[in-house]
């Protein structure tokens, strides 16, 4: 068995959209029977809500979907990930900027941004400002299908 392809997802606080994202993902390829093929966590760029718990929207909007996000403390990003991760995913363009300057060259070409999954050239809106979690739960969903789709026809062709 080959080694479980290391996704981490990253936004600004790591207490609203990366940590939704991570939660999704590990509920999409669990329920396909792939768990065991992935290893999936998220980070912050900014150290705001280093330690904090997920945020009460994302819980509320990941509880109606039946996936649960218990324990889950925001972390920092390190330059140190780079080495230690397969795939970086942004949420915004801020997140891109901010992902490179702090992984470096290590990890050039390995950034890629949520919703380009998705056939889509936008970012996820952040809900911190929005308040819309519903919103940003369907644009994480349809990254997060598109991202395991890709992964899979990149699997097929490579």
């Not at 065991?36 to 760029?45: M, Y």
Request: glycine residues 12%.
């Amino acid at each position: 068995m080959s080694a479980p392809l290391r996704i981490l997802f990253v936004c600004h606080g790591n207490i609203c959209r990366s940590p939704m994202a991570e939660f999704v993902m590990r509920d999409l390829v669990g329920k396909r029977g792939m768990a065991d093929a992935f290893s999936i966590a998220s980070a912050a760029t900014h150290d705001d809500e280093i330690g904090n718990p997920v945020h009460p929207g994302t819980r509320r909007m990941l509880e109606a979907a039946g996936i649960p996000c218990d324990g889950k403390r925001a972390r920092r990003l390190r330059r140190a990930d780079a080495g230690e991760w397969d795939l970086f995913v942004g949420m915004d363009e801020a997140n891109m900027r901010d992902m490179r300057r702090q992984l470096g060259g290590a990890a050039e070409g390995r950034c890629r941004k949520l919703l380009e999954f998705a056939g889509e050239d936008r970012d996820v809106a952040d809900p911190w400002y929005t308040g819309d979690f519903e919103a940003t739960y369907d644009d994480v969903l349809a990254g997060c299908t598109g991202l395991l789709s890709w992964l899979g026809d990149a699997r097929r062709d490579g």
